[in-house]
């Protein structure tokens, strides 16, 4: 090999090109329709709720007649002009009341989902922080849960009377032991990184440790859990 084939480092670095210092950004279509076309399950799924919620919002104005007139001399009337959806057994109109009855279903739903949400979350954290408290509330959580939600609700129903806040209130103690169980777990988890035993061998006072390490991190699968908890409640609020 002769020296005119021997290439050293310095000349490859001289013949590379240069880079710039700063990168420049990835352009990323922006807005509703660019986020709408990266997340198109999120979009449709979004897009539903959202038209659900101004329907029940706006049901006195898109509702025909009355949801609660009695008409014996229209009942199981066909679906027409008049009757959009037809009539039921009693002459009500089945459009007026599918409108107001999605009134009734989103804010059970929508309650119940904040309220176990938040209740669950503080019982979760209690339980998966304080270690003397584990065995007492998780042995409660678990004997709420060996009944199905739907039957607890249902007791719980007939001991009170039949109001819509009731409905939500049964509804919520049914559902508060599954949400602070998902919060305890992870909690149970989160409590074992390298970076909260750091933060206790620092010193640092446990209600700080949980706001700065533990409740952030319950976000997201709090988050999914109160979709299905807002779902549930409304499929429970309806055989109610």
Partial sequence: MTDATITTAPDLIAAAPELPDVLPPVKRRGGVL?????????AIGGAL????????????????VDPTALAPTRRTREPSAAFW??????GRDIYSRVLYGARVSL???????????????????VSGFVRWSDGIIMRVMDGMMSIPPILLAIALMALTRGSVGNVITAITIAEIPRVSRLVRSVVLSLREQPYVDAAIAAGTRT???????????TVAPMTVQATYVCAGAMIIEAIL
């Fill in 34 to 42: 660019g986020f709408a076309r990266r997340h198109p399950a999120i």
């Fill in 207 to 217: 209600p700080m440790i949980i706001l700065r390490h533990i409740l952030p991190n």
């Fill in 107 to 125: 804010t059970v739903g929508f309650s119940v989902a904040l309220l176990a949400s938040l209740a669950g979350l503080v019982i979760g954290l």
């Fill in 85 to 90: 959806f037809g009539s039921d057994m009693l």
């Fill in 49 to 64: 709720v959202l038209a659900m919620v101004l329907i029940a919002l706006f049901a006195p104005y898109l509702g025909t």
